[in-house]
């Protein structure tokens, strides 16, 4: 019992750092095994670059948290905006690497579908990937419990909304986008969330990097590379 006791002081006071540039936030947060410390959200548009390494100063600064006391990095691997992928990853790659931390790459649609766990039901997250296009995935949600239940993909709205055959949470900057498109097709079976819930937090980024982090073999760095999907605006037209 002392030995559990003391396992579970270690995982309470694990500091992780996460950053989310995958999509139009710019979002940083610092969490432990109780929560989130602190948290930082930039919702301009500008370039991530722009902001992320003052934010990550401002951050620790607010939690009175030196760099080398951070344990873990956790960054949004996408899928999302390419730029703003190779941001963030650069970014924790270069920090971990600096103090030797581990570091681990999540999901944009399971972090989209871990900030609906209060709902119960089926989810489905979309983020807007311009050209007519979602970048999307279904969930299943039961007593808090998410459940993946179909491949992240892209695809346009319309077909997304097809693949639901029973009531269905929206969520995410393509249910924004097209909310329209959602309403005509599922009508009163369709469910949103409102405001700033359709957009990326670190802090659920630090929270799905913890559980990560807890099997050894998401440690490698070997993750640490970018969930595209589909080809870069450059390749695509190329082809055309």
Not at 142 to 160: F, G, L, W
Not at 179 to 197: C, H, K, L, N, P
Request: aromatic letters at 6%; hydrophobic letters at 45%; a neutral charge.
């Amino acid at each position: 019992m002392a030995d559990q006791s003391r396992q579970r002081k270690r995982a309470d006071t694990v500091k992780i750092l996460a950053v989310d540039t995958a999509a139009r936030a710019c979002s940083v947060a610092l969490a432990d095994g109780g929560g989130t410390i602190a948290e930082l959200n930039y919702f301009h548009g500008q370039t991530h670059s722009k902001h992320l390494a003052t934010m990550v100063a401002a951050l620790l600064d607010m939690a009175s948290v030196r760099i080398d006391h951070v344990d873990a990095f956790a960054v949004d691997a996408g899928p999302g905006t390419f730029t703003g992928l190779r941001i963030g990853l650069a970014t924790v790659k270069g920090l971990a690497d600096a103090t030797r931390k581990p570091a681990v790459g999540v999901s944009s649609l399971d972090v989209l579908a871990s900030q609906a766990e209060f709902f119960t039901g089926q989810i489905c997250c979309m983020l807007d990937a311009r050209r007519g296009e979602v970048y999307t995935a279904r969930y299943a949600v039961r007593d808090s419990a998410v459940e993946k239940i179909s491949a992240e993909e892209v695809i346009s709205p319309q077909q997304a909304v097809a693949a639901n055959a029973v009531p269905c949470l929206y969520i995410g900057s393509g249910a924004v986008v097209y909310r329209d498109v959602i309403s005509e097709i599922a009508g009163e079976a369709a469910r949103y969330v409102e405001g700033d819930a359709n957009y990326l937090r670190a802090s659920t980024v630090a929270h799905l990097g913890s559980r990560q982090l807890r099997v050894p073999a998401a440690r490698e760095d070997a993750n640490l590379v970018p969930n595209y999907i589909r080809r870069s605006d450059a390749e695509y037209n190329k082809l055309w």
